[in-house]
């Protein structure tokens, strides 16, 4: 089942699932057929407007609130059972009333149902605006499924395969294809195509969605969609039309990435001098999409750029200025002695601190010091997209980080990975996680090596977790080993929520 959001995208959802009209489906699902489930909500069976009501009534509560679906369950079941509209455990849905007819009613599975197909549909409403908004620097969609054994046949088939984003195929194979369905789309500039030795296929499938499934729930569902603009404040306004018309937008210079990433509050402080702009573009790319997800993870991220700006900004900006107001005690008077003085100590603290020089073979680094929290590259490798991408390959094929996180955007999504347990202590406090981490090393090196990477297993838990997170986020098929960390970062950040 899916998770629902908390973050302003996720007000998106609610205000499309708000837009819907009612219809009521006396028979089956069928009776309100394909993309008309887009734009109205209806329960199968359910023949009274009333019953109809509370679902959605509850329903909305649970989008608004963030409920779980055991608390959505819990309040709207004791409705359902006054009303004779809710089967308990052991009895069957199906009851003859006095009167002869028949009623189906619901039970818990349904409700799960019902929540997951209207918070997944919703979702993919604004998912799919994101992804025609971005279409021009994204041109190739990668279906992805999720590979496990409650996968359909047909949905296991289609995972990997790539076609152009304007292919007739995603009128049809748009997820979600089905009730519970939990594939995904990717997108792909023509740079990762390339690189990954993928071939977009020019053809449609023989595969088929499931009955009452073969449509763009996206594409049907923004017919419906108005949002409200006049309910939103105005930072609020220039969100949701960030996250409803731009998605991430590839810049073209280093200053057009600075400017995006303030606009779009990636960070308090954003520098990408001496930096080539693809490194830039993937540094927002990677930060942008973490925080659609996890908003929280912006405490985290005070600065992002490069680590020669982020160890500049520290000494210049935050040790050299409090130096100043010590050596001074408060005076406003600020002699050229005492200024250079403090810059020259500013130096030696730097340097006790660790942010004085950068190491020449050090990609990039997450910060965690008051001021400068953040990740940042080595502009050493940043400076050059395409030899900083050839170095990441030739780390690929030696199995130093994981498989399938090619690219420039996968070592901000490592460095990610190390803010994500600082904000969670995950690798200091979840005895869930050690207990992991402690299991999967006991295998032998080996092992972690063939099954997530070298680095996991010679950097120990917290490089563990970074790698297992960036391979989580970046490969379309996750290994056993990626696929738990992600999982249990995930569950740890919805505790938070």
Not at 424 to 438: E, H, I, Q, R, V
């Amino acid at each position: 089942m899916i998770g629902i959001r908390f973050d302003l995208p996720f007000q998106q959802q609610l205000d499309f699932f708000r837009s819907k009209g009612f219809a009521l489906s006396p028979d089956s699902w069928r009776d309100v057929w394909k993309d008309a489930h887009a734009r109205a909500f209806t329960v199968a069976r359910v023949t009274q407007v009333d019953v109809l009501h509370d679902v959605r009534e509850e329903l909305d509560k649970a989008m608004e609130a963030g409920l779980t679906p055991k608390q959505f369950k819990d309040n709207i079941i004791p409705t359902l059972e006054r009303k004779g509209w809710f089967a308990p455990s052991g009895e069957k849905a199906m009851l003859q009333l006095p009167d002869g007819t028949v009623r189906k009613r619901l039970t818990g599975w349904r409700l799960d149902t019902i929540l997951d197909t209207n918070v997944q549909t919703a979702y993919m409403v604004g998912r799919y605006t994101q992804q025609m908004e971005v279409k021009r620097y994204f041109p190739f969609w990668m279906y992805v499924s999720i590979l496990d054994a409650s996968t359909r046949p047909t949905h296991a088939a289609m995972n990997g395969r790539v076609w152009a984003a304007d292919h007739p195929i995603w009128k049809k194979w748009y997820p979600p294809n089905g009730f519970r369905c939990r594939c995904k789309v990717r997108t792909l500039t023509e740079t990762q195509v390339k690189r990954m030795g993928l071939a977009p296929e020019k053809r449609g499938v023989t595969e088929k969605p499931d009955e009452g499934w073969d449509f763009n729930p996206g594409e049907a569902g923004l017919k419906a969609w108005k949002p409200d603009m006049g309910k939103y404040s105005g930072i609020e306004q220039a969100l949701l039309r960030t996250a409803i018309q731009e998605g991430f937008v590839a810049a073209r210079t280093v200053k057009q990435a600075e400017k995006w990433a303030k606009d779009h509050d990636l960070a308090d402080n954003v520098s990408y001098k001496g930096l080539d702009v693809k490194t830039a573009n993937a540094w927002n790319q990677s930060v942008y999409e973490a925080l659609q997800d996890s908003p929280k993870l912006r405490q985290q991220l005070e600065f992002i750029g490069s680590m020669q700006e982020r160890n500049r900004l520290l000494k210049e900006k935050i040790i050299t200025p409090r130096l100043i107001r010590e050596m001074t005690a408060g005076s406003l008077v600020q002699s050229p002695d005492i200024l250079k003085q403090a810059r020259k100590t500013a130096e030696g603290v730097a340097a006790r601190m660790g942010y004085n020089r950068v190491s020449a073979n050090v990609y990039a680094q997450a910060s965690y010091t008051p001021g400068i929290k953040g990740i940042a590259v080595n502009v050493k490798w940043g400076k050059d997209a395409a030899a900083f991408e050839q170095a990441i390959l030739r780390d690929l094929r030696t199995k130093w980080h994981p498989a399938g996180t090619e690219g420039i955007k996968s070592v901000a999504d490592h460095e990610l990975g190390h803010q994500f347990d600082k904000l969670l202590n995950m690798s200091d406090g979840n005895a869930t996680f050690k207990s992991f981490y402690n299991a999967e090393i006991g295998k032998g090196m080996d092992y972690v090596v063939d099954n997530l990477s070298k680095y996991a297993y010679r950097g120990r838990i917290k490089e563990f977790l970074a790698e297992g997170w960036c391979e989580y986020v970046n490969s379309p098929s996750p290994r056993p080993i990626a696929a738990r960390v992600g999982q249990m970062i995930k569950e740890a950040y919805d505790a938070i929520r």
